[in-house]
């Protein structure tokens, strides 16, 4: 069966900071691979997404950026946070087909 | 592009009563209709879906109906618990088109 990881589970980071956030996926291959982002209280805003290896689409520009350097493996980068970067970021996969997606543990991250 | 609003933003419901949330989309040609629930602190998990060939689906006490005609889709609780309690989802997607665009969520209370 196919599992989703993702790392670390929380982080405080201060303001101008850097980020790197990490997510994998176990027990399938070339899946489509998802970034997202929840403030607190509020919906699923979709941050990239990836169809394969060095594949990625923006969706919001922002100070993000990600990186897929393996099949399975997705990175969330920032080179310097803000504030608003606090968030749940959720990583999230997909096969081909069908069009479902699910979503890995997150990572609640604070930016102080 | 896709867009997809959800009513009711919260909802308070007795133990043992129906809830019923619903969602619009613009995107005729959207045929993927998932539901996420999502508790605090935690993922959003998929509890049901429904494709475009279908008009309801029923999995226990949860059920969804999908109106193509209207362009709008519900998720149906019955004989609410309190384990109900949670921020649920919806969205949409079409074939060929790599994203789900989801709602805005809804805040459900099951009042014990």
């Known amino acids: 069966s196919q599992t989703i990881h993702q790392w670390p589970a929380t982080l405080v980071q201060p303001v101008g900071s850097p980020l790197s956030l990490e997510c994998t996926v176990e027990g399938t291959s070339n899946p489509n691979l998802y970034w997202y982002r929840q403030a607190a209280g509020r919906g699923l805003q979709l941050l990239f997404y990836?169809?394969?290896?060095?594949?990625i689409s923006s969706e919001v520009p922002q100070n993000l950026s990600a990186s897929r350097p393996q099949d399975r493996q997705f990175i969330l980068s920032s080179k310097k946070l803000l504030l608003s970067d606090s968030g749940f970021y959720l990583c999230?996969?997909?096969?081909?087909?069908?069009?479902?997606?699910?979503f890995g543990p997150g990572t609640r991250l604070l930016v102080l | 592009g896709e867009n997809v609003e959800q009513h009711p933003s919260t909802l308070s419901v007795q133990e043992g009563d129906s809830a019923v949330i619903k969602c619009t989309y613009s995107d005729s040609a959207s045929n993927y209709f998932p539901w996420y629930k999502q508790e605090l602190g935690k993922r959003p998990q998929l509890i049901i879906d429904i494709r475009s060939n279908v008009g309801e689906k029923k999995d226990q006490r949860i059920a969804v109906t999908l109106n193509k005609t209207a362009k709008h889709f519900s998720l149906h609780i019955t004989e609410t618990q309190p384990e109900d309690s949670a921020v649920y989802f919806c969205a949409a997607s079409r074939r060929g088109n790599e994203k789900l665009t989801f709602g805005t969520g809804t805040r459900l209370t099951i009042i014990p």
């Open positions: 999230a996969w997909k096969p081909g087909q069908p069009e479902t997606q699910y």
């Open positions: 990836s169809v394969g290896i060095g594949q």
